[in-house]
């Protein structure tokens, strides 16, 4: 077996006798490359020669980090390599074949793969070595050619099975006699000869059931026999397999059997070589691998089909990889964001060009437009699509979405695992910026794009076993994977905050106010309108403590990160502040309410509920503090079981009449004229700890259940 690696530039002398099929060119150093990868036959040399893939080189062009490519040429020979670094190889190298072998398949019309038909197993010269690839394929081969021979060995397995011996049944069983003919009840069936190419066969059916598990080529196994699997295989494979097909090697016989028996003990060990009549050329080749790779990817990855003008952009680019998920900011399914990806086939250790890193940034610029187009144009064919995809700038804060963009490249797992690992680049430039303002996050000419490795081995290996299912699962899990690394990237370099207006502050007429401070700075990617993101880069502290300092006198400010609840965030922050200073709005509408657990899911979802008020002195205070009204809270005149809200709008006072235009709105009771309309939002409980409802006296025993008014500060 002989080893090429893709792209490397070889001594011409050391890779002519080996090459001379491909017809390389030779530079004027004296060297020859590659640029394809792949599998062919050498009928010249008798051998099979591997083109594998650049990626198996590192930067300094070592081949596991410490050969030369030299030196594995001819693999059989070098004795360099240790055992799990051979065997690696070998197995590698199927990967690749099958690989190619799925592109192939797949996209019919590439101009990329050359193939010609492999080698056939029979009786011609032997190859100065068979690869595992080879002896794979072959076995395969056999399953499709001697359909015939296998359903012979069927047919002799169950001759004669369950007929009936009569000369034992008559000489072990006793007759009942009945009408003058003998009945007998214990029959006694033929005994079927055991058939010596059955345990063959098992054999032979369960590698391919291995085969098809573990490399995902596509295996008929049509005969009811019970496969050897688990735990059992993996003893053959350890060497009970060999031992075991020389213990039966004896029944066989026939050319056929013969034939079956040396593919499964080639199988058990790969430097036993089998007969292949390879006279002619025989090759599975494809140019401009990183076609391939790219393909892979976007499998694995992207949308199969995105709207019309975002993977083909306007201006002629062609992105490599586009798919709808999570947007960074919260975690709303139904506000999904595109996500840019561009795959990057180079030898480990190769930098990102400034070109590829421009021409992201423009993929991007591209999709935010994409997506305003939709809107300004206002077309109804768009419909679907603009209530799929929420708006990327948000009108208040004139602030734009952050848009996920990363590249993604290959790299060999150290340990030479095909385990699932995607990381972030080791490579020291590995997040890429682009903007024309300092510290605006959200602003729409602040771009960012990251940098990530997979593992070369496991997606080679998920694409070629073509198990769909596993091909699903691994799309959501690095979908989910990369909007993590991503947020987290972005919290290494912003600090985030959760903004929320205070009682009394118009949040509309504030960032008109304030727009130029806080352009690029704020975003609103929230379903409550109230709730802002504020980002500022954490390496302009001066100016950071300026703009907070500010902003906390007129709005509540805790950090959040990126896809954090922040009404969760918030909540304490709103009682704190409350109960620190008594401000605008900071009134709380106290309401009696036992059974509020059964009573609350009648009127939290909508955050709406009408409060009776009545013609008493409680009542009238209510009335004339309702603009003072800035919260709501529940209690049953104890400090365990309260429940506190902020209110979203000003309190309305509506007639009974007009109430029963609106049936939906819950009621505390139905036998007032007049009602306080309210409005909260029912997700954001309010921390009640400092609260204390049982410190305020009832002021007349006959109304202890009817609502009243207090200052916040009264509770605390």
Request: net charge neutral.
């Amino acid at each position: 077996m002989r080893i090429i690696i893709e792209g490397y530039n070889y001594r011409a002398d050391a890779v002519r006798e080996v090459l001379h099929e491909l017809s390389p060119l030779e530079n004027i150093d004296g060297e020859v490359s590659v640029g394809y990868v792949g599998y062919y036959y050498h009928p010249h040399i008798r051998d099979c020669v591997f083109i594998l893939p650049k990626v198996l080189v590192n930067e300094e062009n070592k081949v596991f980090s410490r050969l030369d490519p030299h030196d594995i040429i001819d693999l059989d020979h070098c004795y360099l390599l240790t055992a799990e670094e051979r065997s690696f190889i070998y197995e590698f190298a199927v990967w690749i074949y099958r690989c190619i072998d799925v592109y192939n398949k797949n996209n019919p019309k590439n101009d990329i793969v050359y193939r010609r038909q492999i080698a056939e197993m029979g009786k011609g010269k032997r190859m100065i070595s068979n690869t595992f690839l080879d002896i794979l394929l072959t076995l395969l081969r056999f399953n499709k050619e001697q359909q015939h021979f296998f359903t012979t060995i069927l047919r002799n397995i169950h001759s004669g099975h369950n007929k009936i011996n009569w000369t034992r049944t008559i000489r072990h069983s006793t007759a009942w006699i009945q009408q003058d003919a003998p009945l007998y009840l214990d029959l006694v069936n033929k005994k079927r000869q055991i058939n010596t190419d059955e345990e063959l066969i098992v054999i032979y059916f369960s590698i391919l059931q291995y085969i098809s598990k573990k490399y995902g080529f596509p295996v008929q196994i049509s005969l009811g026999f019970d496969l050897i699997s688990g735990r059992k295989f993996e003893h053959y494979l350890a060497g009970y397999g060999k031992r075991r097909l020389k213990q039966i090697k004896y029944r066989y016989f026939s050319d056929v059997q013969l034939r079956l028996w040396e593919m499964c003990y080639a199988f058990f060990d790969r430097a036993h070589r089998i007969h292949i009549v390879a006279e002619q050329r025989e090759y599975l080749l494809v140019k401009n691998f990183n076609i391939v790779f790219e393909t892979i990817i976007d499998e694995l990855i992207g949308d199969k089909e995105p709207p019309k003008g975002l993977k083909d952009q306007e201006d002629g680019k062609r992105v490599d990889h586009i798919y709808s998920y999570r947007n960074l900011t919260n975690n709303n399914e139904d506000k999904p964001i595109y996500y840019i990806g561009d795959s990057k086939y180079y030898k480990i250790g190769n930098r990102i060009s400034e070109e590829s890193v421009y021409k992201q940034f423009t993929y991007a610029r591209n999709v935010i437009q994409w997506n305003l187009n939709l809107f300004l144009d206002d077309r109804t064919e768009d419909e679907t699509l603009r209530r799929q995809n929420p708006k990327y700038r948000d009108e208040q804060t004139e602030g734009y979405n952050i848009v996920p963009n990363f590249f993604i490249s290959a790299k060999m797992d150290e340990q030479l695992s095909y385990a699932d690992n995607v990381s972030t680049s080791n490579l020291k430039k590995n997040t890429f910026i682009s903007r024309h303002f300092e510290n605006r996050l959200f602003d729409r000419d602040t771009l960012l794009v990251y940098h990530y490795d997979v593992n070369f081995l496991y997606i080679v290996s998920l694409y070629a076993r073509e198990n769909a299912h596993q091909k699903s699962q691994w799309k959501q899990k690095v979908r989910q994977l990369f909007r993590e690394k991503i947020q987290t990237a972005l919290q290494e370099k912003y600090d985030f905050y959760a903004v929320a207006p205070k009682p009394g502050v118009n949040n509309e007429e504030y960032l008109r106010t304030h727009f130029q401070e806080l352009l690029g700075k704020v975003y609103r990617p929230f379903d409550d309108p109230r709730f802002l993101s504020l980002a500022l880069d954490n390496q302009d502290a001066e100016n950071n403590k300026k703009v907070l300092s500010k902003l906390r006198q007129d709005y509540y400010i805790e950090p959040c990160a990126l896809g954090e609840n922040p009404k969760q965030v918030l909540s304490g922050a709103f009682t704190s502040e409350a109960l620190a200073t008594t401000h605008a709005r900071s009134g709380v509408l106290m309401v009696m309410m036992m059974n509020y657990l059964d009573r609350a899911s009648r009127f939290l979802p909508s955050g709406q509920i009408a409060i009776g008020l009545k013609m008493t002195k409680s009542g009238m205070e209510i009335v004339r503090h309702i603009d003072d009204i800035g919260y709501i809270l529940f209690h049953t005149r104890n400090d365990e079981k309260q429940h506190l809200f902020v209110l979203q709008e000003m309190p309305q006072l509506v007639s009974k009449d007009e109430l029963d235009l609106q049936a939906d709105i819950y009621r505390n009771t139905s036998t007032c004229e007049m009602y306080l309309l309210i409005q909260f939002d029912g997700e954001l409980q309010l921390d009640t700890t400092n609260i204390h409802s049982s410190q305020i006296p009832i002021q007349d025993n006959s109304e202890r259940y009817d609502p009243e008014f207090v200052w916040l500060e009264m509770l605390g």
